[in-house]
């Protein structure tokens, strides 16, 4: 019922920035809550950050706070995720996600990768020294 598509991934230099979208369709139209994960090469996919549709509250992780800032578009029902100073370490597959369930709300958005309801293909950002 829930579709969502990343874009705006890239190749980059160490220093520079990046916005990812995440344009979500489909029976979405509650307030809810979307996210950014991320996964490099032989690793887990960890949080990035997290927003609740409801009130604009988010939650950014402390390796991108104040690099990094996720927003949404109500409008266009779009995601976005703004990072700058982009590091050799933020490399690797970016996954917009999204849950409606009251559970993960109540929660304040957080919660395992194994919990989200839906979730995007992932985009590819590669950052070079």
């Known amino acids: 019922q829930v579709q969502l598509a990343e874009s705006g991934g890239g190749s980059v230099p160490a220093g520079s920035s990046l916005r990812l979208s995440c344009a979500a369709s489909?029976?979405?139209?509650?307030?809810?809550?979307m996210a950014w994960f991320r996964q490099a090469p032989g690793k887990e996919r960890e949080e990035v950050a997290t927003?609740?549709?409801?009130?604009?509250?988010?939650f950014t992780s402390d390796s991108v706070k104040g690099r990094f800032t996720i927003s949404h578009d109500s409008a266009n029902n779009k995601l976005y995720l703004q990072m700058n100073s982009l590091e050799l370490d933020d490399g690797g597959i970016y996954y917009c996600?999204?849950?409606?369930?009251?559970?993960?709300?109540?929660?304040?958005?957080?919660?395992?990768?194994?919990?989200?309801?839906?979730w995007g293909q992932g985009i590819l950002v590669t950052v070079s020294a």
């Open positions: 489909g029976d979405i139209d509650m307030p809810h809550c």
């Open positions: 996600a999204a849950d409606r369930r009251y559970s993960v709300v109540v929660a304040g958005c957080r919660g395992r990768p194994e919990i989200w309801e839906h």
């Open positions: 927003l609740f549709t409801g009130k604009g509250t988010t």
